[in-house]
């Protein structure tokens, strides 16, 4: 009888415990929402405006790492619209972008060289000196919720496979076949940390890992790792792995650049190396993956042996 009694019990506690679970997955389904491009974007800070004077000299003022900066596209014909600019031995041709807060449309304007600087400074198509010919102000920092951050959305379509395959044979093989959850992982992670003695891998898929950084504090305890599962499976369940892999990408916290935080592997991308996406050797693109497990310890910018090392 008393083992009956034991059972019924035991069954009913389990039943109230997945009837919780069930009850707060559903809650967690109607509260959250992956961020769709940026729609929170934060309050940009811009630097100075560029002057083009006669006498700068191209190398120095690093001329061409603030065009890309500010992604101007090098032509291999006479440039025609904005943001476009073709260089010869002589001479730089360049559209520069509409700057609207000055007041100043697109237009296009010649840099003659010398020696490596600036000699004259053109408007075209005429060729008459420009008096005043600057290159709008470069984003160098945004405030959200009262920190430094700054976060170029990138559609995955524009990330390159290359970087995605990477991201996922590191931090996540299995993320097309699991639901937010991968046992195996979890497993392994389990065995190693008990025959090492410590804590040295975990077994968080890229789903948990956008939840924890997304909805959730960094503490390490049962109930953040609980609401964790929980928020990776209602997200399995409300959007395409498409969206979720695009979510990681743009929001993972990839270390800093000063005092500003950087996010995503398009700003990871420029910040460390001044290049897009697109630019990236395999060196590149393995060093940007590997700054996920340590953005600040393996940083190229603090400490370039550790970082080249791993």
Same mark, same amino acid.
């Given at each position: ?6 059972? /019924?019990? &035991? ?12 009850? #707060?997955? /559903? ?12 729609? $929170? ?15 700068? &000299? ?9 065009? $890309? ?13 904005? %943001?476009?600019?073709?260089?010869? !031995? ?13 007041? /100043?449309?697109?237009?296009? +304007? ?8 600036? &000699? ?51 931090? !996540?093989?299995? /993320?097309?076949? $699991? #639901?937010?959850? !991968? ?14 003695? *410590? +804590? ?15 909805? #959730? ?30 979510? #990681? ?14 996010? %995503?592997? %398009?700003? *990871?991308? $420029?910040?460390?190396?001044?290049? %897009? ?34």
């Amino acid at each position: 009888m008393w083992i009956r009694r034991v059972l /019924f019990t &035991s069954l009913g506690i389990l039943g109230a415990g997945v009837a919780g679970l069930v009850v #707060y997955g /559903f809650i967690l389904s109607t509260s959250l929402a992956l961020p769709k491009s940026d729609e $929170h974007p934060p309050l940009l800070i811009y630097g100075a405006p560029f002057a083009l004077t006669p006498g700068l &000299s191209v190398e120095r003022s690093g001329l061409f790492e603030r065009l $890309h900066r500010l992604e101007y596209r090098r032509v291999h014909t006479q440039p025609k619209a904005a %943001g476009e600019y073709l260089m010869t !031995d002589d001479v730089i041709d360049l559209v520069l972008h509409a700057q609207e807060e000055a007041q /100043f449309p697109a237009r296009a +304007v010649r840099l003659r060289l010398a020696n490596g600087e600036v &000699s004259e400074v053109l408007s075209l198509p005429d060729e008459q000196p420009a008096p005043f010919v600057a290159l709008e102000p470069a984003v160098i920092s945004g405030m959200r919720a009262g920190s430094k951050q700054v976060r170029e959305w990138i559609p995955l379509s524009r990330i390159p496979p290359m970087l995605v395959q990477t991201l996922l044979a590191v931090e !996540d093989r299995r /993320f097309f076949s $699991h #639901y937010g959850i !991968d046992p195996i992982a979890v497993g392994r992670a389990l065995w190693t940390n008990i025959t090492r003695g *410590a +804590v040295v891998q975990g077994g968080s898929t890229l789903t948990q890992q956008l939840a924890k950084n997304l909805y #959730y504090s960094p503490q390490r305890t049962m109930r953040r790792k609980l609401q964790e599962f929980m928020a990776a499976l209602v997200l399995e369940f409300k959007y395409r792995k498409e969206d979720i892999l695009e979510s #990681y990408l743009n929001e993972i916290y990839l270390g800093q650049a000063g005092s500003v935080s950087i996010y %995503g592997v %398009g700003e *990871a991308a $420029h910040r460390y190396f001044g290049k %897009g996406l697109d630019e990236l050797s395999v060196d590149e693109v393995a060093l940007i993956v590997g700054l996920i497990k340590g953005p600040n310890t393996y940083s190229p910018v603090k400490n370039v042996e550790d970082a080249t090392r791993s």
